[in-house]
């Protein structure tokens, strides 16, 4: 075979395949994320895998990096403009304005989970191709569902096991007193030595200056002007309430008065979920409210709260905290057939146990007891069922207890009962 045959073989640049037993951390991870929000209301969307372009041109903003360098567009044999979805948020309220769910009762509570993709440099953390649970919140300015959002990621953390990992919070002020502080910030940049793209983008976009993660560019920011200082009445009474009701639902916080995230959208409440074991790509979670989104993407005002957890990193953090979940979809009993005859048997009573909810597997290929005997060892399974000429002719199987040893003959008819009752599920 040739390399480039065998090319075809491997993932793409930046992509990885989630395969057993590994695969499992990740499934745990994403149904963590889920059950905080199903508890809380928020009922479970899935929009396509792609987009018209200008959905995100107009919804993620013209000046960012995903945008700008990261989307994967095409155009189909049709001539549509199209990209795969780099994020969620747009093509959720997309959804949701289609289906007019905002005209019917507010806030809408929406949650998804799916593929994205950045075309991306890839690095431990950092994919072409990665996954969210992300949530939304539609249609309400209420310092309680950004609280309620924060705490919901919060907890899914918790309920993992995770510790190292810290919630930075900020606001970003609204359509009021951020245009002010933005040209505040503007004045001030303009004065330092900077590259030509980091000119461009104190042009453009001079928040995300702040964000800049070199030393060189960082030393310089000394004394620039926070947004936290510049917060009109109404922004900083609702930061204050955000502040206070995840203190008293006991989430931590530090205040990041540089957190300003990598999308145009966000206004106001604006967090990050970083991990401290991970490296530079430590960001978790983040999200905030986007109270202008809806009206950019030509619905009506719709102000909105969201996030999105990376799944992908989640994994890579339980493993850096070396954090083992009880993932065990392992089979409770393995069936070990001698002989055409208990082949027949054995696989009807497998076929049985799982039809009962107990997790079954069977020696598939034909072989001797004791290579059969190994894959019921290997399962991690509790009970062999092993069956031979003799004890169907007097209507047994043996059931052996693979902690003890311990071998005991049952009827035929009574295994299925005996099973469940040993695994406590009778
Ligand atoms: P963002 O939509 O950029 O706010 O991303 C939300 C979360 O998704 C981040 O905190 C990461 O955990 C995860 N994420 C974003 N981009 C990537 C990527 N390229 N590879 C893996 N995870 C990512």
Redesign the pocket.
């Known amino acids: 075979m040739t390399t480039a045959v065998l090319s075809t073989f491997y993932a793409p640049k930046?992509t990885y395949d989630l395969i057993p037993p590994d695969s499992e951390a990740f499934l745990a991870v994403r149904e963590a994320m889920a059950a905080p929000l199903e508890r809380a209301g928020y009922g479970y969307v899935e929009t396509p895998g792609f987009e018209h372009v200008e959905l995100f041109f107009r919804g993620v903003g013209e000046s960012t990096d995903?945008v700008t360098k990261e989307m994967y567009t095409l155009t189909t044999k049709g001539g549509d403009e199209l990209a795969l979805r780099?994020?969620?948020?747009a093509s959720v309220l997309r959804a949701a304005l289609q289906a007019n769910l905002h005209r019917g009762a507010l806030p809408v509570k929406l949650w998804y989970s799916g593929s994205?993709y950045?075309y991306?440099r890839?690095q431990a953390?950092?994919?072409?191709?990665?996954?969210?649970v992300?949530a939304e919140a539609l249609g309400a300015e209420d310092p309680a569902l950004d609280a309620e959002l924060i705490i919901l990621a919060a907890d899914a953390y918790r309920s993992l096991g995770l510790r190292n990992f810290r919630l930075l919070l900020n606001s970003l002020g609204d359509k009021e007193c951020r245009p002010v502080y933005r040209a505040a910030l503007q004045d001030f940049l303009r004065a330092l030595d900077l590259d030509e793209d980091t000119r461009r983008r104190v042009e453009i976009n001079p928040l995300r200056v702040l964000d800049d993660k070199r030393d060189a560019v960082q030393k310089q920011l000394t004394g620039a002007p926070m947004m936290r200082d510049h917060l009109c009445e109404g922004c900083k009474e609702y930061h204050e309430q955000v502040r206070a009701l995840l203190t008293a639902a006991g989430v931590e916080f530090e205040d990041d008065p540089k957190l300003v995230?990598?999308?145009d959208y966000y206004t106001r409440t604006t967090f990050?979920?970083v991990h401290d074991g991970l490296g530079s790509?430590s960001?978790?979670?983040?999200?905030g409210r986007y109270d202008g989104l809806s009206e950019m993407i030509g619905g009506p005002a719709l102000p909105s709260v969201g996030?999105?957890?990376?799944?992908?990193?989640?994994v890579l953090a339980l493993r850096a905290e070396n954090i083992e979940l009880d993932t065990a979809s392992r089979a409770a009993v393995f069936a070990v057939p001698l002989g055409d005859e208990a082949r027949r048997a054995l696989f009807g009573l497998v076929t049985e146990l799982r039809r009962s909810g107990v997790a079954a597997d069977f020696a598939y290929g034909g072989k001797g007891l004791k290579n059969a005997m190994k894959s019921a060892n290997r399962s991690g399974a509790r009970y062999a069922m092993v069956a031979g000429e003799r004890d169907l002719a007097e209507g047994v199987v043996q059931l052996k207890d693979l902690e003890s040893g311990e071998q005991t003959p049952l009827p035929l008819d009574a295994v299925v009962a005996e099973v469940r009752e040993r695994l406590g599920r009778a």
């Open positions: 930046g995903i780099p994020e969620g948020t994205y950045r991306e890839p953390g950092r994919y072409r191709h990665f996954s969210q992300g995230r990598g999308l990050e979920f790509q960001a978790v979670g983040g999200g996030w999105a957890l990376g799944v992908d990193r989640t």
